[in-house]
């Protein structure tokens, strides 16, 4: 059992925009202020998509973005397109241990 | 560019050993952790321990102490992983994956399928 909640599919159509959330067991800020998105196309290794919560890496589209409130952090695609349906998960990193997320497959309609 | 690449698919019957490899290429191998996550078919990513390429300190997830080793050879920049005692729910892909700043993985690893199977 993973100790990040994600919704397990969220879907949208061309052009409008989704969130997927990712909530840790704990109300401390501080244990999640490491945490980052990956999107994963079937067959394939995941790719980075946002890392310290709301950071995007040169060479990722800025319809992708990150934010946090309490123990939830979000993942906001805006302007979905085809290309975007995959699993997406979130992944947090403590002193010493790393989580994932369950995954959260995204349907574009 | 930045890349790992992973050795080849492997089939294992239960009870044995696989040992997979992870070559870097395009960067500094020795300043820099190597995590390991796997992923069963049709589940998420699972964590699996992280090493310190330099001196070989390593941190294994509570599920696999015991039973994964994880080492590096700093004269070919390559991390290995071996994992004992297959059962047949290690069958997964197994991927390496550069950990960054101490809080985010980029590049990972193409992944290594491994099947336990009688």
């Known amino acids: 059992q993973s100790a990040l909640t994600q919704p397990a599919s969220v879907s949208g159509s061309p052009g409008q925009s989704i969130t997927i959330s990712c909530t840790g067991p704990?109300?401390?800020?501080?244990?999640?202020?490491?945490v980052s998105w990956y999107q994963q196309h079937p067959g394939k290794a995941p790719k980075l998509l946002i890392y310290?919560?709301?950071n995007r890496p040169s060479g990722v589209s800025n319809r992708f973005s990150g934010s946090k409130s309490g123990n939830t952090a979000s993942l906001t695609i805006s302007g979905l397109q085809g290309e975007d349906e995959a699993d997406y998960y979130c992944c947090s990193f403590t002193d010493t241990t790393r989580v994932f997320g369950g995954g959260t497959k995204l349907t574009v309609l | 560019q930045v890349q790992l690449v992973q050795s080849g698919a492997e089939v294992k019957k239960p009870g044995a050993s696989v040992k997979v490899s992870c070559k870097a290429s395009?960067?500094?191998?020795?300043?820099?952790?190597v995590n390991w996550v796997r992923q069963a078919p049709g589940h998420g990513l699972e964590w699996m321990g992280w090493?310190?390429?330099?001196?070989?300190?390593?941190n294994y997830a509570e599920k696999f102490q015991g039973r994964v080793t994880m080492t590096t050879d700093t004269s070919t920049s390559t991390a290995y992983m071996e994992l004992r005692t297959l059962k047949s729910d290690d069958t997964a892909v197994y991927y390496c994956v550069r950990e960054r700043g101490n809080s985010w993985f980029d590049p990972w690893g193409q992944g290594t399928l491994v099947t336990v199977s009688s």
């Open positions: 090493i310190i390429a330099y001196n070989g300190d390593t």
């Open positions: 310290d919560v709301t």
């Open positions: 704990s109300s401390d800020v501080d244990t999640y202020k490491y």
């Open positions: 395009g960067y500094s191998f020795t300043n820099y952790y």
